[in-house]
């Protein structure tokens, strides 16, 4: 969700520095889909990951002149990330600048199709915490981590959510809350605190006005010596590391 967000927030400019306009956007699957089109930009199409890697496969070998391939690590775009074995180059930069080709100062598109969530009243407001523990592409936290946070916010009168999707269930003494894409920075704001494990999710609420907390696993960025938390840190949230022996602390 997060390669997609970045994507999508500097997408217009690219269009409007290559002259061109945008006929539509695919990506692999429903929620990635919902994540392009929080910035209104085309119509947007679901494939499953075969028929994303068949279109790929045609449009490289035909050349296709109204095709663009925004990917990051692939080496029909750009060999940007071998510089990452030297200098620490954040994954959004990445994007901006050698996807993209755009200024380091570019600001990326804010997410324009919003809506409110449906549930929204079942939400005591400002006395909430919404809590994201999965991600299907980043390391899982150790449940202690989460039972933590539970209990702290539990024991001062706060109602705690777990954010779920399909088969995902709850944390223990938490209600299941499962807002779509287009509906989480109303859900989150209604609450009143946001934390979870630094996944895409993080990246979709990253304008949301409430305390916004991310939780880094301590690993590596593929193979170099930057940290996750080196790549993917956020302005304006409390970026954490989760080390062994890891403690929370409400402020």
């Known amino acids: 969700l997060g390669h997609i967000f970045y994507r999508a927030s500097y997408l217009p400019w690219y269009w409007r520095q290559s002259g061109g306009s945008i006929w539509g956007i695919v990506t692999v699957g429903r929620a990635c889909a919902q994540v392009a089109g929080l910035f209104g930009a085309g119509e947007v199409e679901a494939f499953s990951q075969t028929e994303m890697d068949e279109t790929v496969q045609a449009a490289l070998y035909s050349h296709a002149p109204d095709v663009f391939i925004p990917h990051q690590d692939r080496p029909y775009v750009v060999n940007l990330h071998r510089a ?15 996807v993209f080709g755009l200024p380091a100062d570019t600001v990326p ?4 199709c919003l809506r409110p969530y449906g549930d929204l009243e079942r939400i005591p407001r400002g006395r909430s915490v919404i809590i994201s523990p999965y991600a299907k592409s980043v390391t899982a936290l150790p449940d202690s981590v989460w039972r933590q946070i539970v209990r702290s916010y539990s024991e001062e009168g706060y109602q705690c959510f777990t954010n779920v999707a399909g088969e995902e269930e709850p944390l223990p003494d938490t209600l299941p809350i499962s807002p779509g894409i287009p509906e989480m920075q109303s859900a989150v ?19 949301s006005a409430c305390r916004k907390v991310a939780l880094y696993p301590d690993y590596n960025y593929c193979d170099t010596k930057w940290k996750a938390i080196d790549m993917y840190r956020l302005e304006g949230w409390e970026n954490i590391v989760v080390k062994d022996g890891f403690r929370w602390e409400k402020n």
């Open 109 to 112: 598109y804010k997410p324009s």
């Open 84 to 98: 990452l074995y030297m200098k620490c180059i954040p994954l959004e930069k990445i994007y901006c600048c050698g």
């Open 189 to 207: 704001e209604r609450a009143g605190t946001f934390i979870g494990i630094r996944s895409g999710i993080c990246d979709v609420l990253r304008e």
